[in-house]
């Protein structure tokens, strides 16, 4: 049935159902499991970096974002670990949410894409609609949402 899962996690209780779900799914159907995470580049503007001038802080901002990303994805391996799942590999791809779930779910050859119903978006979602919504609009796949 299906062979290849893609669950994309944002952090939100969500996304860490959809992979609890995804995980039970690749267990039972001893399917293979991918945990992509898309995030967008992080724009700084020029008060921020005077303040991280002021404050002698170097480097850049973005790992904030990418250490917080690291610990949702090893957060999901650790949860389909738990629930029997060896192997699950992660991505994280930088970008559109929606439009690059649907692309990396076809590059991967994915039959299943697993994700939560409602995630971290912003006003953009309320004003133009989930990124569940616009996945499963835009997928070749079978798209589940979960609760």
């Keep these: 049935m299906f062979k290849k899962i893609v669950c994309a996690i944002d952090g939100s209780q969500h996304a860490l159902r959809a992979a609890e779900v995804a995980s039970g799914l690749a267990v039972a159907l001893d399917a293979e499991l991918v945990f ?55 991505l994280v791809r930088v970008g559109s949410p929606a439009r690059t779930i649907v692309a990396e779910a076809r590059r991967l050859g994915a039959d299943l894409v697993v994700m939560g119903r409602r995630g971290h978006g912003d006003i953009e979602g309320v004003l133009l609609g989930s990124v569940s919504h616009k996945v499963a609009s835009l997928s070749d796949c079978t798209v589940m949402t979960v609760t």
């Design 36 to 90: 992509l995470t898309v995030t967008k580049r992080l724009e700084v503007n020029d008060a921020i970096r005077r303040y991280m001038e002021m404050e002698h802080l170097t480097g850049e901002p973005q790992y904030v974002l990418d250490e917080m990303t690291e610990r949702f994805l090893t957060d999901a391996q650790q949860l389909a670990r738990d629930r029997g799942v060896s192997g699950a590999k992660t």
